[in-house]
């Protein structure tokens, strides 16, 4: 965020001050106002988000979400995720990338849930991975 105000801390006076101008200082707290929000609102909201970005498989696999997703009963076997790989059927590997569902078994990616009739379980050629959003419901706000 591009704050327009800055603390004062210059033991004299307390409170904040700003080098822009009144127009500027009002067209922001408009633009807050308008959202309907209080800032304890949309604080509250904003920690409601779940990150959500891919994870390079050199970075981490998915070892904690599998783990804690068997501890609290939402994962059985397999971990479902979505995964950036290299596409493996083209003439030339390692150009073109696509996005797929994939689950993860505490080990390795298997592109068909262990479940497909060929079973591909392929870390070499994932290069990055991403948990499920939540599935989407009716009753929720549209924040």
Not at 24 to 29: G, P
Not at 54 to 77: A, C, H, M, Q, S
């Amino acid at each position: 965020m591009n704050r327009l105000t800055h603390e004062r801390v210059n033991g004299i006076k307390t409170g904040y001050w700003s080098q822009a101008t009144k127009e500027q200082l009002v067209q922001r707290l408009a633009a807050y106002e308008n959202t309907g929000l209080e800032p304890e609102e949309i604080a509250e909201r904003a920690l409601k988000i779940p990150e959500q970005r891919w994870i390079p498989v050199e970075e981490r696999l998915p070892i904690k979400e599998f783990e804690e997703g068997r501890k609290n009963g939402t994962v059985y076997d397999l971990y479902p995720c979505l995964v950036t790989r290299y596409a493996t059927h083209t003439e030339e590997p390692r150009i073109r990338t696509y996005v797929c569902k994939s689950y993860f078994d505490g080990e390795e990616f298997m592109l068909h849930g262990g479940y497909g009739p060929e079973e591909e379980s392929d870390n070499e050629n994932t290069l990055a991975w991403m948990p499920l959003p939540k599935p989407y419901k009716e009753d929720e706000d549209d924040a």
